[in-house]
């Protein structure tokens, strides 16, 4: 098993930057990829970004191409989301994710484990 623990959310105003972590503990061997979803009020769990386990592979969605990163440290099994210029659209739930199967995938279905979430509320 692996467990997830995100942390880093907060309200921000438009146009500000957020750092969100996700910290994997267990059986961390056997993750291939991460990823992030966000949730917001009504709405469908939606990609945002994937990083293979390796570092090498990122893929974001397009509407966070250009103001998102997503790295990882590997000496803390740690990843993280750096979130910049953001808008009121990206309000959401955050959810990290890890994936035992693929590299990297935008797919809800790819992943295996999630974490609890965090909530990002940027006010306009």
């Known amino acids: 098993q692996v467990q997830l623990v995100e942390s880093g959310g907060g309200l921000v105003q438009a146009g500000g930057s957020l750092r969100l972590s996700c910290a994997a503990s267990?059986?961390?061997?056997?993750?291939?990829?991460t990823a992030w979803f966000r949730q917001a009020p009504g709405k469908e769990r939606d990609f945002v970004a994937s990083?293979?386990?390796?570092?090498?592979?990122?893929y974001y969605a397009d509407s966070v191409k250009g103001r998102f990163t997503f790295s990882r440290d590997k000496a803390k099994n740690t990843v993280y989301l750096q979130m910049n210029s953001l808008k009121p659209e990206d309000t959401a739930v955050y959810y990290c994710?890890?994936?035992?199967?693929?590299?990297?995938?935008?797919?809800?279905?790819?992943?295996?484990?999630w974490g609890q979430g965090t909530q990002v509320t940027v006010s306009s």
């Open positions: 994710a890890a994936s035992r199967r693929v590299a990297v995938s935008s797919s809800r279905g790819a992943y295996d484990y």
């Open positions: 267990g059986r961390t061997f056997s993750i291939a990829a």
């Open positions: 990083l293979s386990w390796s570092g090498g592979t990122t």
